[in-house]
């Protein structure tokens, strides 16, 4: 293991945000493989997960922080021993698994990429092969436009009503991630075209087009609560309706996640609608309304269609009657 002195996987997420900060570093030659990918990686959402994963990886091992691990001790062996970690005593599914996988790839390719190590232990730990495999989705049914509705009509005309309104209703109908509705600002919504510039995954920017009745409860969110001065499009609501002032200050992914939780207790069976259930409710609906997939590939910003192909949801009852079709 290195003594060099290594900046801190929080320090790794400034640098996304400053250019400054990167020049700062005093000898970027003493940074770690695995601080080099993080750096490499263009989401302050995708930094946060992947070192948190790294950290998973190298306490198998003993260590306990990514960046003061010996990353160049590592060989196809400990990958695998990684792998059935996760496996046997874990139990993480396939998918998670390959995240991990994916995560130890962009560390090796960062090392070789930097001269760290040679393309024959690079070519080896590469060939690594992923889990094959996949689990059926758990308690993930899909949402329904009644149900829906129903969350919308907890929505009364208070100021925390108006925007938790205009939030909901631009997930389910626009599928933009959560992350991206807390990064939007006032600037990106075009608002007589009815369009927004959204910044998704990977700094990728896409414009999507705002449906008349969401465009109505963002109007009427700036309009009569917010104002259209500059900031964020999206601001925090204080008790008593209070609109936050710093108005460059986001809401968060979690305030969001929490929002919609409580929205849902008026629901049956204690079901609970989370931000990602809107964004394949919006994938879903467009398919269903017999629009071509790399279509809903773009509105919802995926790079490659497989991904899209995995957010669409079926119902039981959807694969019953295409089954009974069959009956001969």
């Known amino acids: 293991m290195s003594n060099s002195k290594n ?174 509705v807390c990064d939007l600002t006032v600037a990106q919504y075009a608002r007589e075209k009815g369009k927004l510039n959204v910044i998704g995954k990977g700094d990728k920017e896409r414009v999507v087009p705002v449906p008349k009745k969401v465009r109505g409860r963002i109007n009427r969110w700036l309009d009569e609560v917010r104002t259209n001065q500059a900031g964020y499009l999206f601001c925090r609501v204080r008790r008593w309706g209070k609109v936050d002032k710093t108005l460059d200050v986001p809401i968060t992914g979690q305030a969001i996640y929490n929002m919609l939780e409580k929205r849902s207790l008026s629901l049956p069976d204690s079901m609970t609608i989370k931000p990602h259930a809107l964004r394949r409710f919006c994938g879903t609906t467009l398919l269903k309304n017999g629009n071509d997939i790399s279509l809903v590939k773009d509105v919802l910003g995926h790079a490659d269609i497989k991904t899209t192909q995995v957010y669409i949801d079926t119902t039981d009852e959807e694969m019953r009657n295409a089954i009974d079709a069959l009956d001969i």
């Open 7 to 180: 900046i801190t996987h929080h320090e790794i997420v400034k640098v996304g945000a400053s250019s400054s900060t990167l020049l700062s570093v005093p000898d970027k030659g003493q940074l770690s493989p695995s601080n080099r990918y993080l750096m490499s990686l263009r989401s302050k959402n995708s930094r946060r997960t992947m070192g948190s994963i790294l950290n998973n990886i190298v306490r198998i091992f003993g260590a306990q922080t990514h960046n003061q691990f010996d990353w160049l001790s590592i060989e196809p062996t400990d990958v695998d021993i990684v792998i059935e970690h996760l496996r046997e005593v874990k139990k993480l599914k396939p998918t998670t698994v390959n995240l991990y996988v994916n995560a130890l790839r962009g560390v090796f390719k960062s090392a070789y990429l930097n001269g760290q190590l040679t393309t024959e232990a690079y070519e080896k730990l590469r060939s690594v092969k992923f889990y094959k495999g996949s689990r059926l989705a758990r308690n993930r049914e899909p949402v329904e436009k009644d149900i829906l509705k129903a969350v919308m009509d907890t929505c009364d005309d208070s100021p925390l009503g108006i925007r938790d309104a205009a939030i909901i209703s631009l997930m389910a109908n626009c599928g933009l991630r959560r992350a991206e």
